[in-house]
Nanobody, 122 residues
Framework: QVQLVESGGGSVQSGGTLRLSCAGS????????VGWFRQAPGKEREGVAD???????TYADSVKGRFTISQDNAKNTLYLQMNSLNPEDTAIYYC????????????????WGQGTQVTVSS
């Protein structure tokens, strides 16, 4: 049974940092990518970043230079380091496994975590 469990969300002030983690178990790669998505209130879910098994990364333009995705294959854990946060980053952040690399194509995502709330105040 696939499980993706996010942690690390919270409330910070503008300019602050957070590190999200996603511990995964019970899945195998088919599309060979894992990543992070987010959904802000009243908006559609959008891709944030993803990473291949060999460490190649892609980022949404809105987070380039501020967010860093990484993974620890030994721990089967995905991370998202978020720096220079601003109120527009406020959203529920979802870990996703078995994605199409670089496309952020939501219907193709195989597995979702339950989400973790990130709130950035000005």
């Amino acid at each position: 049974q696939v499980q993706l469990v996010e942690s690390g969300g919270g409330s910070v002030q503008s300019g602050g940092t957070l590190r999200l983690s996603c511990a995964g178990s019970g899945y195998t790669y088919t599309h060979n990518c894992v990543g992070w998505f987010r959904q802000a209130p009243g908006k559609e879910r959008e891709g944030v970043a993803d990473i291949t098994s060999d460490g190649s990364t892609t980022y949404a333009d809105s987070v380039k230079g501020r967010f860093t995705i990484s993974q620890d294959n030994a721990k089967n854990t995905l991370y998202l380091q978020m720096n220079s946060l601003n109120p527009e980053d406020t959203a529920i952040y979802y870990c996703a496994a078995d994605t199409i690399c670089g496309s952020y194509y939501i219907p193709a995502v195989g597995y979702w975590g339950q989400g973790t709330q990130v709130t950035v105040s000005s």
